[in-house]
């Protein structure tokens, strides 16, 4: 007689190792294929950024523009703004080379009265960022890309900017290398001097003793807006050296003269104080030389001395017996008036 239980089947023990690996196939699997669909999104989105920048980086048209013109037309890209609409509108670079008590900063005014040209300011007048000529190209590269910002910063549709830069602020010291940065930047020079030597030393005389006596109100201003004020700096009238006279005029005059000799391969335009003011077309042929729209000009700064240089000196007498006959007897004579 057959026991019951010895009848019963039993199943086959399950492999533990080939379910592992099934199931290890199948997870592989799945990982693959998301990875191949996770891939071909990224692909997708990568070329649809990768269109985006390219029409955004599509270089401005600038087949009406003159050739010869297309050295000193940029398109700065700066890097704390966007020009935005405006990217495309050409800037030039341009730099005011002259001498102080010239003109310039009164010139400067008449340039920054015009929507389009920001001048930014006698920038090297800060020791540090002339000490050597990497401190220069720094400044210079910050400038010129839209990137300094002062009170005579425009907006993104600039279309010319520059700064002021006197002769004795590294640029005869460093001429060279400034030169090939001119050139190889489409830099134009704007040179601005006085013919009248005398007169502008009769200026900086007058100027260096407000620096002390601060005569307006316990300040010193270099330049003014009211003719009140202008009155008062005036009034004071110094005294000539006359024994250092006549090779203090020559050093200036051999400074300016070795200035645009050092600079003739650049862009430039020779300007000086005296004719702008009596010739007004001159800030159109300015105009003209940045290739900007032709507005009027116009600036807040008044005059401080006026009128015959005899006016203005304590000595007059003395300083006409040492320069007639000489080759500055022609500064003696009223240059312009106003």
């Not at 010319?160 to 602020?169: E, R, S, T």
């Not at 009596?278 to 000009?297: A, I, S």
């Not at 300083?319 to 006959?325: A, C, R």
């Amino acid at each position: 007689m057959f026991r019951f239980d010895s009848l019963t089947v039993k199943h086959p023990k399950k492999n533990p190792l080939a379910l592992r690996m099934l199931v290890l196939m199948f997870v592989l699997v799945c990982g693959v294929y998301i990875c191949a669909v996770c891939l071909k999104q990224i692909g997708g989105h990568a070329t649809v950024g990768l269109l985006s920048f390219s029409v955004a980086e599509r270089p401005c048209d600038v087949t009406d523009i003159d050739p010869s013109e297309k050295p000193y037309v940029h398109f700065p890209k700066p890097e704390t703004f966007s020009r935005e609409e405006c990217a495309c509108n050409p800037v030039r670079y341009f730099a005011i080379l002259s001498t102080q008590r010239s003109g310039s900063g009164w010139f400067e005014t008449l340039l920054n009265s015009h929507m389009n040209i920001s001048s930014n300011g006698e920038i090297f007048s800060v020791k540090v960022r002339r000490s050597n000529m990497s401190t220069i190209v720094e400044t210079l590269d910050k400038i010129y890309n839209l990137d300094w910002f002062t009170s005579a910063s425009k907006n993104e549709c600039t279309a010319a900017v520059g700064l002021k830069w006197m002769l004795n602020q590294g640029l005869m010291q460093h001429h060279e290398e400034i030169v090939e940065y001119f050139n190889s930047k489409g830099v134009s020079a704007i040179f601005l001097f006085r013919q009248n030597l005398l007169r502008r030393m009769i200026s900086i005389l007058a100027n260096s003793f407000d620096q002390n006596a601060k005569l307006l109100n316990g300040t010193h201003k270099s330049h003014v807006h009211s003719t009140h004020e202008a009155e008062i700096l005036a009034s004071y009238k110094p005294v000539v050296n006359t024994s250092l006279l006549i090779p203090n005029l020559r050093q200036v005059e051999d400074l300016v003269n070795k200035s645009m000799e050092y600079f003739k391969s650049t862009r430039h335009i020779i300007l000086y104080y005296e004719d702008i003011i009596n010739n007004q077309t001159k800030l159109v042929d300015v105009q003209n030389f940045l290739r900007v729209p032709l507005q009027e000009l116009s600036s807040r700064q008044v005059k401080i001395h006026k009128g015959s240089l005899s006016s203005q000196v304590e000595n007059w007498g003395e300083i006409e017996k040492t320069l007639k006959g000489t080759h500055y007897q022609s500064y003696l004579h009223e240059d312009y008036k106003l």
